[in-house]
C-alpha cells in the first residue's frame, strides 16, 4: 500500500510485514511511527502499529495459528494469551 492511500485511510491499527526477521520487528516499525507523514494516522498517534513477520503471511500451511494470533493480538489486545 502507498503512504497516500495509507493516510486516506486513517486506519485504527497498522500491520507492518516485515521479512528481515524477527529480530528486525523494532526497526520495521519505527520506520512507521518517525514518518512524518504518518503522524495524523490513528494508529501511528495511540501507537498501535504491530510487526507480522513475513512468514506468518505466506506459511500459511505451517504458520496459520501464529499469524491470526498476531493479528488477534493487534486488533484485540485484551484478548492476548487466549
Keep these: 500500500m502507498d503512504a497516500e492511500t495509507l ?3 486513517n486506519p485504527d491499527v497498522i500491520f ?3 521479512a528481515k ?7 520495521a516499525i519505527e ?4 514518518n512524518k507523514a504518518f503522524k495524523n494516522i490513528r494508529a501511528v498517534k495511540n501507537k498501535r502499529v504491530y510487526p507480522i513477520p513475513l512468514i506468518f ?3 500459511s500451511g505451517t504458520r496459520t495459528m501464529d499469524g491470526i494470533k498476531t493479528f488477534r493480538d493487534g ?3 485484551e484478548m492476548k494469551g487466549w
Excluded at 21 to 27: F, H, Q, V, Y
Excluded at 31 to 34: A, G, L, Q
Aim: glycine share 4%; no cysteine.
Design 7 to 9: 493516510i486516506t485511510l
Design 16 to 18: 507492518v510485514v516485515n
Design 21 to 27: 526477521g524477527l529480530l528486525a520487528n523494532d526497526a
Design 31 to 34: 520506520k512507521v511511527y518517525n
Design 57 to 59: 503471511m505466506y506459511a
Design 75 to 77: 486488533l484485540y489486545p
